[in-house]
């Protein structure tokens, strides 16, 4: 019975991180959704009143179906609030809200990460969905033929191009970090500058953003941890006698 030790080391951690994240962000939002705030402004009303104060007068905002599934599309400039956050006046919302906002003030002030980012979303795409899998299928034949045949290049070959590709998802992953820390640092500043929400109410929504936060270093682990697993085993069968 084959025991793979680099799934163990490298993958799993990351994997057992992003459940204990998923349901923190989860158990974190419930918490404060039942907290509502003092001025009674729903999510939507906050968006609108922040893309105001800094003066963005071209973002649409929509509603989207499903729970915490909140996001700003730069290319269509469409801030879409969830069914759980756009009528929601609980400094939870509030909070989700504000943070998509902090996205599309990103947009509006060309932040350098969110820009990258956009650029690296076809790399991230293919790469997610071909690299691993062409990876596998290059150590798995690799290690069906003899290292001194042609073939063993040709494995070699496809095993790379699947790491490569892996890796842009993996770039994509580690950028996403810096620009969604950044939206909820804007997110908590306007929410305090334009007095959106007091001290108290401030503090839930820093739990609730950290919270969030959480769920994207996980995801970005588990990609370093897979990547690094890939080149283990790779490296493993160039080793093999």
């Given at each position: 019975m084959y025991f793979?030790?680099?799934?163990?080391?490298?993958?799993?951690?990351?994997?057992?991180?992003?459940?204990?994240?998923s349901m923190m962000v989860k158990s974190t939002f419930a918490r404060y959704n039942k907290v509502l705030s003092k001025r009674g402004i729903t999510?939507?009303?906050a968006a609108q009143f922040l893309l105001q104060k800094n003066g963005i007068n071209d973002v649409k905002i929509g509603r989207i179906g499903g729970n915490l599934s909140d996001n700003y599309n730069p290319s269509n400039k469409v801030l879409s609030l969830s069914d759980s956050t756009y009528n929601s006046t609980s400094i939870a919302a509030i909070g989700v809200a504000a943070?998509?906002?902090?996205?599309?003030?990103?947009?509006?002030?060309?932040?350098?990460?969110?820009a990258f980012r956009r650029i690296l979303v076809p790399a991230a795409n293919i790469g997610s969905q071909f690299g691993p899998t062409l990876a596998i299928l290059g150590i798995i034949f690799g290690n069906s033929v003899d290292i001194s045949?042609?073939?063993?290049?040709?494995?070699?070959?496809?095993?790379?191009?699947?790491?490569?590709?892996?890796?842009?998802a993996v770039l994509f992953y580690l950028v996403t970090l810096p620009v969604?820390?950044?939206?909820?640092?804007?997110?908590?500043?306007?929410?305090?500058?334009?007095?959106?929400?007091?001290?108290?109410e401030l503090a839930?929504?820093?739990?609730?953003?950290?919270?969030?936060?959480?769920?994207?270093?996980?995801?970005?682990?588990?990609?370093?941890?897979s990547l690094l697993r890939l080149?283990?085993?790779?490296?493993?069968?160039?080793?093999?006698r």
């Open positions: 793979d030790y680099t799934y163990v080391i490298f993958v799993l951690p990351a994997v057992l991180l992003s459940l204990i994240a999510g939507t009303q943070h998509e906002t902090g996205h599309a003030i990103q947009h509006a002030t060309s932040y350098g990460p969110l045949s042609p073939y063993f290049a040709i494995a070699q070959l496809v095993t790379n191009i699947g790491i490569v590709l892996f890796g842009g969604e820390f950044n939206a909820s640092r804007r997110a908590l500043k306007i929410l305090k500058e334009t007095g959106t929400l007091d001290k108290r839930g929504v820093r739990k609730v953003l950290t919270a969030a936060a959480m769920t994207y270093v996980a995801s970005a682990l588990t990609a370093i941890g080149l283990v085993l790779s490296n493993n069968r160039r080793n093999r």
